[in-house]
């Protein structure tokens, strides 16, 4: 069952306070709390699933968060996520936030919709980029392959197990990136940086005339120009 349903059907007895479920390495809080934590503490909102919207922050930062609560006197839950069911960790009771929380329906769903809205063509962008990066780099591993094959056998064997190399654990971080949310930041630099060690690569070639054609070289210069522009793309877009 997805978490906002299980928030949803909760017992009476959490009603009255915010609560935070720890997902991943992040804690986040859904809807009309995560409305509060944007509107009372300037935290960004973004989109859980087709119809919640969420704030949260890393559980680096936990203890400041749980300060600034616990100094405004707010009641609040935790919940961790065991076998995808919400498991209650401890909760705190202080002040019903609700009290201090006067809610503007029209502003709420006006919000709510607008996250939705453009959080799901801001995540249809990113995910069309992020298997673009791949697409093109599996491009670009064809047509070195195709011109190391014109190579004598003693150094395209050689040069190709170097490209191959190189090429299998970009795209192993890659497929790790797209699929492993716990090490994004770190996993799309290296991409970046490992793909700028493969152009350099392929201008050593091009220099020791490995690649003979100008237009070949320019052509694969360019593509991979484009994953670089790509992969910054995914940096400074990063959630």
Known sequence: MKISKQIKELPWKYDNKLKIIKKWIFWILLDEEAFFMSKYFNMKLTKLDKETIKVGFPDQNKEKWFSILENKDLWYVLFILQDWNLLETTSFEWVNFWKVFQINLEDYKF???????????????????NFLLKDKLEDIFVLIVSILMRLP???????????????????????KYMYNLSDRRDLIKSIFWEVMIIREFCRFLYKDQKITSSNVYLDL???????????????????
Do not use: M, P, V
Not at 221 to 239: A, G, P, V
């Open 153 to 175: 056998k003693k150094e395209r064997y050689y040069l190709r197990s170097k490209i191959e190399t190189l090429f299998l654990d970009i795209l192993e971080k890659i497929y």
């Open 221 to 239: 210069w360019d593509k991979f120009t484009e994953i670089l522009k790509i992969s910054k793309w995914i940096i400074n877009t990063y959630d």
């Open 111 to 129: 919000t709510k919709d607008r996250i939705l809205q453009l959080t799901k063509l801001w995540i249809e962008e990113k995910n069309e980029k």
